[in-house]
């Protein structure tokens, strides 16, 4: 939640402010303060779940989790389409949580975007403590005025920021795999080692989004003044609500879907190469290069959309295959790109990312990142031939989606010559068909054939593995 805060903080950082850090985590270890008597803001919290005893066993879906997305004035005009990107109205539940009361131009509010709620004053909670950021506070609070509001039949909670993009239908299969009843924390680290180290390994970035069960969500609400007290000199949103969420006695169940993208410049490596878990968020799209070269931000997120639209279970899943005859390997990362390599690369290798993308923190030093990456090469038996993603369309007979990858740019090199001089130079187009059917189960990845290569296009099919088989 802490993004624009942690950027600045991270960018301009250096060894002392390091060591001012880790003072102030001794100093809030130190000091925390005896349960204060409650200044209340203003609101009962909510009671246990109340869904009748029947209701439990239906399957989770969209009408059962609670949105609240943290915005600002300010920021509104600016990251609207990104939640408008994702946000189904009158389906998806929840608010974007201002700071203060839209002015008259941003009036009538959009049906399209989220509906607003403002997020409580707080001063009065803050007369004698003063918070170190007031603004930290004010970000934890949220899921109070979700809460406030949504509540019947809610199982689960998420909070994000208003650059967020979500992915609703893969969150809905993801929760419905946990049982709501009991208290869960999902979300993920940063994707920079620095971050985590400054704030905590054990938090999820709100950015990337916060994800809670009903029941623990209701225990941070009841908290919730007691929780402010306590932590009000910490720094972060995202640490405020691990600590409170840590004295209710639960801790972070990491999920690979989750996003904070604490990365600058070209993102194409790293979704090129996602965790073989399926997508459920993104953040901070807007530190990013566009995501689709010859497109803007919105655009990029639109386009992405539409990949998303038309099958989320598939989306960014790296699938990988091989044309012996020319020894290429294929990767496709469904719905975004594809790559042509030209020579054989086993799956462990090619499911790292290329590192494409530079450091969140500028004067940190390796390790950067979270994940182990591929340097970028101009060796032509290295760098691929890369396609971004052109079109999706859904045909009836036989039922099948099929997305098509075009050439971003000429490679500009030879062939690579140890592997039989084979250039994929002339490919400017890939097609990968793909079934219509959700794929939940992703114990495993699919697999893939080239149907055929003809011209300047290559056609490949995606298809479950067979039992033995090994992609090789
Ligand atoms: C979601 O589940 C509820 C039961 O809790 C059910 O009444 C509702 O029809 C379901 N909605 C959808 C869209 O399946
Ligand atoms: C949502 O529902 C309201 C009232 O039921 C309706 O006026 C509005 O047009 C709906 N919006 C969309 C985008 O469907
Ligand atoms: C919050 O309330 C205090 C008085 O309790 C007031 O002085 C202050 O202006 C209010 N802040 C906002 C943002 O409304
Ligand atoms: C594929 O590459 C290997 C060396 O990696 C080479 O021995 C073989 O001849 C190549 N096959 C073709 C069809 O070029």
């Known amino acids: 939640m802490a993004s624009s805060y942690l950027k600045n903080f991270l960018t301009s950082c250096t060894l002392w402010k390091t060591f001012v850090v880790i003072g102030l985590f001794l100093n809030l270890i130190v000091n925390i303060q005896k349960p204060h008597q409650l200044l209340s ?73 989220p509906p607003y709620r403002l997020v409580d004053n707080l001063s009065e909670l ?5 918070p170190l950021y007031e603004l930290m506070p004010r970000m934890v609070h949220g899921v109070v005025e ?25 969150i809905v299969d ?24 400054w704030y905590s ?12 069960s009903y029941p623990l969500a209701a225990a941070l609400v009841r908290d919730m003044d007691g929780c402010l007290l306590r932590y009000a000199q910490s720094r972060s949103a995202d640490l405020i609500s691990m600590s409170c969420i840590a004295d209710v006695g639960v801790s972070l169940t990491p999920h690979k879907g989750i996003h904070q993208v604490d990365l600058h410049g070209d993102f194409s490596g790293y979704l090129s190469a996602h965790p073989k878990v399926p997508l459920m968020t993104f953040h901070h799209f807007d530190a990013m290069d566009p995501i689709f070269p010859s497109m803007d931000r919105m655009q990029s997120t639109r386009h992405l959309m539409n990949a998303a639209d038309a099958d989320q279970s598939r989306l960014l899943q790296q699938t990988i295959c091989y044309h012996k005859k020319t020894n290429w390997s294929i990767s496709v990362s469904w719905g975004y790109s594809a790559q042509i390599y030209e020579r054989i690369m086993p799956r462990s290798y090619l499911q790292m990312p290329i590192e494409t993308f530079t450091p969140w923190a500028s004067g940190s030093e390796r390790p950067f990142y979270m994940f182990n990456t591929r340097p970028q090469s101009d060796d032509p038996c290295e760098k691929p031939h890369f396609f971004f993603l052109q079109s999706v369309s859904t045909t009836t007979s036989p039922h099948q989606i099929v997305t098509t990858y075009k050439r971003a740019r000429p490679r500009g090199l030879p062939p690579c010559s140890s592997a039989g001089n084979h250039p994929a130079d002339s490919i400017t187009n890939i097609q990968v068909i793909s079934p219509t059917k959700k794929r939940l189960q992703i114990d495993r990845c699919e697999c893939c054939d080239v149907v055929r290569v003809r011209g300047a296009k290559m056609e490949v099919g995606l298809r479950e593995c067979k039992i033995d088989e090994i992609i090789a």
Do not use: C
């Not at 019947?152 to 609703?168: Q, T």
């Not at 390994?201 to 809670?212: E, S």
């Open 201 to 212: 390994f054990d938090q999820a970035f709100g950015g990337g989004g916060i994800v809670m």
């Open 146 to 170: 979700l809460l406030r509001e949504e509540r019947d039949g809610v199982r689960w909670v998420v909070m994000g920021d208003d650059d967020s993009v979500l992915f609703l239908d893969n």
């Open 174 to 197: 993801v929760l419905a795999e946990y049982d709501h009843s009991k208290y869960y924390y999902l979300g993920w680290h940063s994707e920079s080692v620095i971050s985590n180290f």
């Open 41 to 113: 803001t203003i609101w009962v919290p909510p009671p246990p779940p109340t869904q009748p005893a029947d209701d439990h066993h239906h399957r989770t879906n969209l009408s059962h989790i609670a949105f609240g997305m943290m915005g600002s004035v300010q920021t509104w005009p600016q990251r609207r389409g990104y939640l408008e990107a994702w946000w189904r109205p009158n389906k998806t539940r929840g608010y974007v949580l201002l700071d203060r009361a839209p002015p008259p131009e941003l009036l009538p509010w959009p049906q399209t975007a």
């Open 126 to 130: 803050f007369r004698d403590t003063k």
